[in-house]
């Protein structure tokens, strides 16, 4: 093939994401195993079949010359800048962000149960990194959730997505960088949440050079392992590499990877979508 196994997973999962399909889904369009997938996408397999990304690629939609000729994963006509910082791979957030989350959903929850709002938060981040890591299910993590509130049942995946609210002139910011840099999200997630906002237009729909979705690379920020798996897909050095980010935890840890950061405050959006535009300025 035309591509070595790290570019080639790169791009199946560039495409996977683009035509929004879980890794489950994939594996059941294309009739493949779900190690297989996930050991294709990591790179672990040096030679895959031509028959099994042939399968993906009727699978995702596209033909296997798009699949496999493609080597950089850039949307067709970009001319790509670094910044004036050396930039030329720009990591953005989700919850808090693109997104406010959370504290609508806690009080709508709070409402629906008649459980004060401090005690549902309290015990919604009791198991928030378990399932952002993948490491419980969603319907376990409900079930966790339900049980420490006191109630019968929980869909939270409901609450999270019906209140979501999209920052709009942040979201414009990325669809602004889209164009000029490559870009990715990478975030800490619940399983099947983001391909949910992508689906309900609750995130731009664009092209992203990399999605890195913690439930299914199995770690979180802050932990050193997403960011690795990160600067992997993002295909360049970590010095040109800007993650903006609300966390200032998660913006220390990818500091210490050698990752330039910026903090994005969503209770002060005009004057942070400011600062993220003057640091995306091209260098020429």
Not at 85 to 107: E, K, P, T, W
Not at 162 to 190: C, D, F, H
């Amino acid at each position: 093939m035309a591509m070595d196994e790290k570019s080639l997973g790169r791009q199946l999962q560039s495409m996977r994401l683009g035509a929004n399909l879980t890794q489950q889904q994939l594996c059941q369009k294309a009739n493949i195993s779900f190690s297989t997938l996930t050991k294709i996408e990591r790179g672990a397999i040096k030679s895959p079949s031509i028959f099994t990304v042939l399968a993906i690629a009727n699978a995702v939609g596209v033909g296997l010359d798009e699949l496999i000729g493609n080597r950089s994963g850039h949307a067709p006509g970009r001319v790509l800048k670094k910044t004036k910082s050396g930039n030329s791979f720009i990591y953005f957030d989700v919850n808090g962000c693109l997104v406010h989350f959370y504290q609508r959903a806690f009080a709508k929850l709070a409402e629906s149960t008649g459980v004060p709002s401090d005690m549902v938060e309290t015990a919604f981040w009791h198991f928030n990194d378990e399932v952002c890591k993948g490491t419980i299910s969603i319907s376990e993590f409900n079930a966790k959730l339900a049980k420490k509130i006191g109630v019968d049942s929980v869909r939270w995946q409901d609450f999270y997505l019906e209140n979501v609210e999209p920052i709009a002139k942040m979201q414009e910011t990325l669809k602004w960088a889209s164009e000029r840099y490559r870009v990715g999200l990478l975030t800490n997630i619940m399983p099947g949440l983001l391909s949910a906002m992508r689906k309900n237009e609750q995130l731009p729909n664009i092209h992203y050079d990399a999605i890195v979705d913690s439930s299914e690379v199995a770690a979180v920020k802050p932990e050193p392992e997403i960011f690795e798996i990160a600067r992997e897909k993002a295909g360049v050095p970590a010095n040109q590499i800007l993650l903006i980010d609300d966390s200032r935890v998660n913006l220390m840890a990818a500091e210490k990877q050698g990752w330039h950061t910026l903090w994005f405050d969503d209770s002060r959006v005009e004057e942070s979508v400011k600062r993220v535009l003057s640091a995306l300025q091209p260098a020429d």
